[in-house]
């Protein structure tokens, strides 16, 4: 027998009828499903809304939820929150700052400032001077474009140790404990370390934190009435004997007719006297009563320096004067005309370096004393 014989001509489906028998397969798989998941209505436990996913859960016992296939079960949000909130993907790694030990070096520019280049650090003004304190031959009025400068990483004084140097007496010179040295990374000192035989190099700058240097000595010197020779260290301005004079009202004057500051204000330990703007030529006044107990040049980057003792416990100072009119001894009075505003000694534009020192409470802000 033929093998067309076997097979009727029927089962040749036409493209139609196949599309038919697809349709109806693709049905009843659907009905399948659906009978086996129980996800219709009618299979929910009665007084169980269709949407309330939660409680149906509630009710499944281990051996049901072990049988779950995870990839058909709803999605769940708890309540009070929303599947919008996501983290974000965020390859970039910010590194925190980390401290400096180390000393860094700056080249002084044009326009600088003791000021200024400590603020770019996050230093105090005190912190440069004394890091440089020859360089800057103990005055921040002797900046200038070029100074190479040590710039320490923290507020503190900057030692070069010599040979022969005991940590106890070095700390204690800048009004600082030990721990201030040996505690400090970037010294490099262990704890065992002797104090009378540390083995610093010499010439090593070594950090003291939290330490501070005295005013230079020039500047600690009082020149009164009854002591004018004192100053001659300062320079030929000094007077060789006083007489007596007027006494002071302890009342005090601006001594110049203008109020605002050109350079440095008064800040302890770095520059303790204002520095008031103004034009070469502009009159300067005295700004108590008083006798002149130095009138001349000053060696120590003032210029030209008149200072005046008011007879009751204080002294004031006038600096890089243009002109001084009044000499050794002369009587002076509240508003009178003693010189001009100048530039001279270091001074890097017209102004007034102002000083006020009392017996009590040493050099003072005029600031607290001026109306």
């Known amino acids: 027998m033929r093998t067309q014989d076997v097979c009727p001509e029927s089962d040749r489906l036409t493209p139609f009828a196949s599309r038919i028998n697809i349709v109806l397969v693709s049905l009843f798989l ?13 299979n929910l436990p009665p007084g ?9 859960v509630e009710k499944a016992t281990p051996d049901t939820l072990s049988t779950l ?9 708890p309540p009070g929150e929303t599947s919008d909130i996501y983290r974000k993907a965020d390859l970039h790694t910010i590194i925190p700052d980390r401290p400096r030990f180390d000393i860094l070096k700056y080249l002084v520019q044009e326009g600088d400032t003791l000021f200024g280049i400590a603020e770019k650090y996050g ?3 005190e912190s440069i001077l004394w890091g440089n304190w020859y360089t800057l031959e103990q005055d921040p009025h002797t900046l200038k474009p070029g100074q190479e400068l040590n ?11 010599s040979e ?13 404990e030990p721990e201030a040295i040996i505690e400090w990374p970037g010294n490099n000192i262990g704890f065992d370390v002797d104090f009378a035989n540390p083995g610093i190099e010499d010439g090593s700058l070594i950090l003291i934190t939290g330490g501070r240097r005295d005013a230079p000595t020039w500047q600690m010197i009082t020149i009164t009435r009854s002591n004018p020779a004192a100053a001659s260290i300062l320079g030929p301005g000094f007077c060789g004997s006083v007489s007596s004079g007027p006494i002071g009202t302890a009342v005090f004057d601006w001594p110049t007719s203008s109020r605002w500051l050109s350079g ?5 330990g770095v520059h303790e006297a204002i520095d008031i703007g103004g034009a070469i030529g502009h009159g300067i006044f005295a700004s108590d009563n008083g006798v002149v107990v130095y009138s001349g040049w000053n060696n120590y980057g003032y210029g030209y320096v008149i200072v005046i003792d008011h007879g009751n416990g204080w002294q004031t100072l006038y600096a890089h004067l243009n002109t ?5 001894g002369q009587a002076v009075f509240k508003g009178g005309t003693i010189g001009t505003m100048g530039i001279t000694g270091n001074s890097s534009g017209p102004h007034l370096h102002f000083e006020m020192r009392s017996e009590v409470w040493g050099r003072v802000n005029p600031h607290n004393f001026l109306p």
């Open 264 to 268: 440095y204000p008064y800040i302890p």
């Open 69 to 77: 296939n995870p990839e058909i079960l709803p999605s769940f949000d």
């Open 30 to 42: 659907v009905l399948a499903a659906s009978c086996a998941t129980g996800s219709t209505p009618e």
């Open 48 to 56: 169980t809304a269709s949407g309330d996913v939660t409680a149906s």
């Open 123 to 125: 230093l105090k003004a």
């Open 151 to 161: 710039i320490p990483p923290i507020d503190g004084v900057l030692y070069s140790w």
């Open 164 to 176: 022969g140097d005991n940590i106890s007496k070095v700390a204690d010179s800048f009004h600082a």
């Open 324 to 328: 001084i009119n009044v000499g050794c």
